[in-house]
């Protein structure tokens, strides 16, 4: 068994009565991962995207998820008070079958990272409904399965997206400091 270590979880509430759909969490989340960060803004560059209905008042904030190389074969489809929202609308993974949360440029997935660094997510901060809360707590993990997670994430990125690029990307991050 390997070392265990102690791991922060920061969990991110969404209350869906609260959000008006303004859509400050995707510009600011945009804006703070952009090169030099707060540089631009562009939602399609957030890793957290609306999904909107404005005629029916809804709003769904969803969250960059995982990475997955393959596109899973059950989907689903949710029906909320009587409108039928697209396939896999509501579902937080990077997968092949569609554009959501992928770099535009390169196409590299994003994932929400809790905007590390930072004393809170950013969006949390500028939601001013405060239909997003920041909850923490702390987890003992394994170091070992850990690092395991880790591997498996880089084997699955480099397979689907080549050495080069991935070797690149690392590049301009550690650049961004
Ligand atoms: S900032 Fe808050 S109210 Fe505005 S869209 Fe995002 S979650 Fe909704
Ligand atoms: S926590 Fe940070 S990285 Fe995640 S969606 Fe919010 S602003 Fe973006």
Known sequence: MGEKI????????????KCNG??????????????????????????VR???????????????GEYTAAECMGRDKYIIDGKEYDECEFCRAVCPSRDRFKEPDSGLPLKCDMCEGEDQPLC???????????????EEVDEEAKMEDIEAGLASMID??????????????????
């Open 160 to 177: 689907k997206y080549g050495m080069d690029k991935i070797a690149d990307t690392v590049a301009r991050m550690s650049k961004k400091g």
């Open 22 to 47: 303004c859509r400050a969490c995707e510009v600011i989340c945009s804006a703070f991962h952009a090169n030099p960060k707060y540089s631009s803004n562009n939602p399609a560059r957030s890793r």
């Open 6 to 17: 102690k791991k922060k979880i920061k969990t991110i509430k969404v209350d869906l009565d």
């Open 124 to 138: 949390v901060k500028w939601c001013l409904a405060e239909a997003l809360t920041v909850e923490e707590r702390e």
């Open 50 to 64: 609306l999904i909107r209905d404005p005629i029916m008042d809804k709003y769904v904030p969803v969250y960059a």
